[in-house]
Nanobody, 119 residues
């Protein structure tokens, strides 16, 4: 059974930093892609960062240069280091992974962690 558990959210002032963690179980952590998404009130969920089975990551334009995703394979944990936070970064942040189910992807989601950035 796939389980993803996020932690590390909170309230921070603009310009501050937070590090989110996502502990994963039930997956081949070294091979699965791991993604970070966020959803702000009244908006659609958006992809923030994606890590392939390796350690490199790709980022959305909104966070590129400020956020860094990383993976600790020994701990089965992925991280999202968020620096120079802006009020627009306020959202619930989710980690996710997926597997192929036939020709489509089956996604697994964590419960989410709230990040609030005050101006």
């Amino acid at each position: 059974q796939v389980q993803l558990v996020e932690s590390g959210g909170g309230l921070v002032q603009a310009g501050g930093s937070l590090r989110l963690s996502c502990a994963a179980s039930g997956i081949d952590f070294g091979r699965n892609a791991m993604d970070w998404y966020r959803q702000a009130p009244g908006k659609q969920r958006e992809l923030v960062a994606t890590m392939s089975s390796g350690i490199s990551a790709n980022y959305s334009d909104a966070v590129n240069g400020r956020f860094t995703a990383s993976k600790d394979i020994a701990q089965n944990t992925v991280y999202l280091q968020m620096n120079n936070l802006e009020p627009e970064d306020t959202a619930v942040y989710y980690c996710a992974t997926w597997i192929w189910a036939g020709r489509s992807r089956r996604y697994y989601w964590g419960q989410g962690t709230q990040v609030t950035v005050s101006s």
